[in-house]
């Protein structure tokens, strides 16, 4: 086919974490690369994220003695996501993830906070942080990479649809909007651009292209809003699904408990409830004073319970829990988000909760970590758990937000898009939010980044190793 604008070996659609990964291994097998990107500015929803990626068999697990494997982490992705996860992808993420913690340390230059997480839905300490504390850390170091192997990433380019050959099967290019303006689809100029190799889709989720995820989830409502940057929209997985990509797990959405309705997208609100809140503290139901849920059961399982409540929570911890996200705290507090009490009455008095309730469910809670026994709603209390006990004593209000799309196009274990039939789609690949199976009902924490770079990376390498053809 002929006439076209620009033509490189591999095109890369989306600058996030994926796009990046997959952009650098694919230059670096000596493709000519391009990154094109509909937004001004590149990262996507990596650049917003807490930077947390989870790995079994890390670095600081090693250095701190805590014992985790790849089969270990793979269960609890399986257990999370009710068994709807296509294993074979689970189980690359898992035997791959530490290797890629190295490859971001080694080749990129990353560094991580000398700490681990554990996460709801986790077996085990296995999250590490950037040392920023942001996702734009390792987006910052993608793109120096880029930079130094002479790879463009250009902005404002939207996708608006592929170019199959005559065929009908093989892909070969695309129709884009350059110079694009957001959310304006008759913005820019149009041009075509080919390929010699392949097309790597890396256009994230579509988690907040609300109207699309009405489709997928009716029950959505006006009282669910969105964590995700503007950006994240359905035109990239569309077009693939116009070509008979296999559309995977399109409705489930996931949506995290740690929402602050008092903040909007994710905010430092939310980063304070997973990092302080949920394993130090307890989610109350004003209306009754008690707890309700498991506040570290995974993410499915504690929005399904605050939503049954029917309205706003609130997450309490005392200073000494506090203190595991003193910055964010700084942050809710001076913003209001976040609020401080000393006693638990005046607590109570200000959040409209009933004070006997609330104090007896305080008393339970404390004297099941006193004694060692088993928490009624299954949460792990360990030796190490702090009762709550030392004022002040913090509150938030949360409501589940929208997070994450858990579906998009299947893929192989190659990255290669696969139609309706389960047969690659010539020289379509995919990686990161786009692509769907691996996570199946529910997303454990910490385990997105790790699957971008794990599949960026995959993407890269084997649409570079593909045959070249003009």
Known sequence: MTG???KKDIIVIGSGLAGLAAAIEAAQAGAAVIVIEKMKVTGGNTRISDGGLAAPGNYLQKKHGIADSAELFYEDMLRAGLGLNHPHLVRIVAERAAETIEWTRNELGVRYLDRLDRFGGHSAARCLTTKGHLGADIIKAQTAKLKELGVEIRTRCLLKNFIVDRDGTTVCGINIQANYQFPDEDSGTAKKMGV????ILATGGFGND???CRLQLPELDETIHST???GATSEGLVAALRIGALPVHLSWIQMGPWGCPDEKGYGKG????SYSVFPAGILIDPATGSRFVNEWGDRRHRTEAMLRAGHACFGIVDSIGAEKDSA???DCLKRGKVKGFQNLADLAAACGIPSSPLS???NDYNNAIAAGQPDVFGKPLGPDTPPLKKPPFYAMRLWP???YTAGGIGINSKAQVINLQGQPIPRLFAAGEVSGGIHGASRLGSCSLTECLVFGRIAGQAAAAGKHRT
């Open 4 to 6: 076209w604008d620009e």
């Open 196 to 199: 010699n190799r392949a097309i």
């Open 210 to 212: 609300l109207a699309f």
């Open 228 to 230: 995700n940057h503007r």
């Open 270 to 273: 939310a980063r304070f409830a």
């Open 328 to 330: 964010s705290l700084k």
């Open 360 to 362: 007896k469910t305080f």
């Open 401 to 403: 937000k929208l997070h």
